[in-house]
């Protein structure tokens, strides 16, 4: 119609004469953003050019429509993640978008008034490009955070496959000095391997999050992951636990090349901890020959037949016998001080005592005694049932 194409003829060459300055706009906008979001100087001039380029042809049509997109039309998913890649703040994108949603209203509004557009329509299409950048702004937000998890995510994967490969030993040598270059490891440095899990209700990745806090409380942090429902990992030195409820094995010293070493000491270490009930951070020199009497059951049930079982057809007594055999190395084979203990006479002592020699056939004084004896000890800590029960 003739009427609507005069109507549109101001418009179309307010539209035009925006277009036309592109460059020169799109320039100034650049150098505005070096200035006040220094974040943006990480990414390229050319990217920065496309990404301004679809902005204001955006813009342009909602000027020439007087209607703005839906939130779901905005495709800044793409946008989003390489911004996240360079390490640029969410905060910093919105108000690059904005400063460029600005320049574009303002030179609207500057061609708009030289061409003698009319008022109302000026006014209209500024609202409009507000709304343009008010819903551009969140549909940027939330994609910027989407992508915020997604590389977090592939950044927890990418962590966890070079913990797994390192502390199973199936890393190459190049492997290892890539990901030790990725993740602050000092080569030249000996780390520890961790198996540690938590003790209650507390998950994993939450035990993983408090073990790293504390860690960089100690200065250069753990690199941990969880792995096989525990937290798995190196650290450079024993962890500072306080009252964090958690149970860990920790591996000898090595360097990384050889931390599936470490790491396999660690799990025979936690899982030694683990039978005993224990609560911290237990490394060989706090549980020295227990690791093997969890490790090896056929040796202490052996030594449990032979040491106190034999006990058991005493009853009662038989207990009583055992808890003065058991004060007797605890103490040093020093009887007043296992009497004084047990509030008894030192001669019921050395009855019990006597007692145990004639019923296991053993003698106290034996060489093997105090060796055999403490591991059929420390296997009836773990809870060793009698003989002929499930």
Not at 129 to 157: K, N, P, T
Request: charged share 25%.
């Amino acid at each position: 119609m003739p009427g609507q194409s005069d109507a549109t003829a101001p418009l179309e060459r307010v539209i035009a004469a925006m277009a036309a300055q592109q460059r020169h706009v799109g320039g100034r906008l650049h150098a505005d953003l070096a200035d006040h979001v220094p974040s943006y100087r990480a990414v390229p001039r050319e990217l920065l050019d496309q990404i301004w380029h679809r902005h204001l042809q955006r813009a342009l049509v909602v000027v020439r429509e007087g209607t703005v997109p839906a939130p779901e039309d905005f495709d800044e998913a793409a946008v989003a993640r390489d911004r996240a890649a360079r390490g640029v703040p969410l905060s910093d994108g919105l108000r690059a978008f904005r400063r460029a949603l600005s320049a574009i209203r303002d030179l609207f509004i500057a061609e708009a008034t030289e061409r003698g557009l009319d008022p109302g329509l000026i006014v209209d299409r500024t609202k409009c490009l507000w709304e343009l950048a008010d819903v551009a702004s969140l549909q940027i937000a939330a994609v910027h955070r989407q992508a915020e998890v997604d590389s977090a995510l592939f950044d927890a994967r990418r962590r966890a496959d070079f913990l797994r490969g390192l502390l199973h030993g199936t890393l190459s040598t190049v492997e290892i000095h890539s990901g030790a270059a990725i993740y602050g490891l000092d080569l030249s440095r000996p780390y520890r391997a961790i198996r540690a899990v938590a003790n209650g209700n507390v998950g994993p990745d939450a035990l993983e999050r408090s073990l790293e806090s504390r860690g960089r409380r100690n200065g250069r942090g753990p690199l941990l992951t969880v792995l096989d429902q525990a937290v798995a990992g190196v650290v450079e030195a024993r962890p500072e636990i306080g009252d964090l409820e958690v149970t860990a094995g920790l591996g000898p010293p090595t360097d990384l090349a050889a931390a599936h070493r470490s790491f396999r000491a660690a799990g025979r270490l936690l899982e030694a901890a683990r039978a005993y009930g224990l609560r911290g951070v237990y490394d060989l020199s706090d549980l020295s020959w227990r690791v093997a009497v969890v490790a090896e059951p056929e040796l202490a049930e052996l030594l449990l037949d032979r040491y106190l079982r034999p006990l058991e057809a005493e009853g009662e007594f038989g207990a009583l016998i055992e808890q003065s055999v058991r004060g007797y190395l605890e103490r040093g084979r020093q009887i007043r001080e296992v009497a004084r203990s047990a509030h008894v006479h030192v001669n019921t002592v050395r009855y019990r005592l006597r007692r145990f020699e004639e019923l296991t056939g053993i003698s106290l004084d034996a060489p093997d005694t105090a060796v055999e004896l403490s591991w059929a000890l420390a296997a009836r800590e773990l809870g060793a049932p009698p003989r002929g029960q499930a």
